[in-house]
Structure formats: C-alpha cells, structure tokens
C-alpha cells in the first residue's frame, strides 16, 4: 500500500528564517512525486512534479528535491505571503494520487 | 481556459437530502477524480474516471455516485446525505498534472 508521511505538521517561521519540509514515501512504480500549495478555503495548487531521484526543481523562493525515499520542499528566506499548507502526493502507473496529510506553515512578518 | 470549475461552493444539507455536485473541467483530460477533505486527513479518493462512460472506485465511495456521460463534466452525486458527509469535496482533472477545482464545502446536519 501507498504510503506518503510529511513532517512536521506545523512549521513557525520567522520572515527570512529558511527552512525545509519534508515528505517520506512508500510507493511501488512511483510515476511522479508533486507539491502543491494549498490556501485556506481553497483548492491545491500545483507546485512541481520530480520523476527520479536527484532530481531538483526550484520556483521563486522554493525548492524541490527528490531522493528514492523522500522529498524535500525548501524555502529560502520566506514571506508571510508563503504561509500556506504544502501537500506531497505520489503517483503510481494507474495515474490516482496518494496524499500526505500536508504540513501547515506560518510565516511571520 | 477555466480550468476545473465547481458548483455549487457551499451548502447545507438535511438528513436524508439528496443533490448533485458540478464539475467541470475545459482541458479536454480524459482523467478525473473526486476527493473529500477532512481536517488532519488528508486528500481521500471518492471516485475517477478515465474516460467518458468510464467510473470506478477510489478509497472512500461509500455513499457516493458518479457519472461521466461527457468528457467536460463529471457530477458527484449525494443520495442520503449524513453528518458523516459534511467535508469539502474537490474535483480534480489530470492529463499529466492533476488540477483542483476550488471546492465545495458541505455541511449535513
């Protein structure tokens, strides 16, 4: 069975202080590993998408890395406007998505 | 180029009501899938779709129908509704990245 685990669940930052969020997973024939942001209220956002170990992707003051057991979400020198929840889901051949429980950030000014 | 569009946002329902939710998506996806989310559970899988004419389960269908009589549209349906059914409900389409809708959020009582 699919597993993905995130920590912490909730992550205080202060302004500029970075930080990392991390995802474990247990997948069979993983097709893709993603991030997505998700604001209160509303729908996940999509992030990135890492395929294979070592891999990296980075946008703005994020980014993501893949090892074959886990993932890191890296934030460099967050804003409040960062604060959010950050989902990490695994994709097997069948294209259904497995989520972790997500991790809630705040950032504060 | 909306997306994945939802309707209704929010509702509230009496035991034992029925209704259908809306979902629609313009990317032309032949995957999409319906989850519900819970504070502190995580994304749950209700039912997909891979295709127009084509449903099937996900982990959490109990209580739930679906159909997909066209590519674009992919209505969930609520026929007794139950407190246990009060969450918010995503849509998500997926032609290689899985896109969110922005919700609807239910309330049974």
């Known amino acids: 069975e699919d597993q993905v685990t995130q920590s912490p669940e909730a992550l205080r930052l202060q302004e500029g202080e970075s930080s990392s969020l991390n995802c474990s997973y247990t997948?069979?024939?993983?097709?893709?590993l993603f991030w997505y942001r998700q604001d209160p209220g509303k729908g996940p956002e999509f992030l990135f998408t890492?395929?294979?170990a070592g891999e990296e992707k980075e946008k703005e003051r994020l980014k993501a890395t893949l090892t074959k057991k886990e993932s890191f979400l890296h934030i460099t020198a967050p804003k409040p406007e960062d604060s959010a929840t950050y989902l990490c889901?695994?994709?097997?051949?069948?294209?259904?998505?497995?989520f972790g429980k997500g991790i809630t950030l705040s950032v504060r000014p | 180029n909306a997306g994945v569009t939802q309707t209704p946002k929010f509702r509230i329902l009496k035991i034992g009501q029925s209704m259908t939710l809306q979902c629609t998506q313009d990317?032309?996806?032949?995957?999409m899938y319906w989850y519900r989310q819970d504070p502190g559970m995580g994304l749950k899988l209700i039912y997909y779709?891979?295709?127009?004419?084509?449903?099937d389960k996900g982990e959490v269908p109990n209580g739930y129908n679906v159909s997909r009589s066209t590519t674009e549209d992919f209505p969930l349906r609520l026929e007794l509704a139950a407190p246990s059914q009060t969450s918010v409900y995503f849509c998500?389409?997926?032609?290689?990245?899985?896109?969110f809708g922005p919700g609807t959020r239910l309330t049974v009582l």
């Open positions: 889901a695994v994709k097997r051949a069948n294209s259904k998505l497995t």
């Open positions: 997948v069979s024939g993983l097709r893709g």
């Open positions: 998500a389409s997926d032609g290689d990245t899985q896109y």
């Open positions: 779709s891979v295709g127009a004419g084509i449903t």
């Open positions: 990317m032309n996806h032949n995957y």
């Open positions: 890492l395929y294979s």
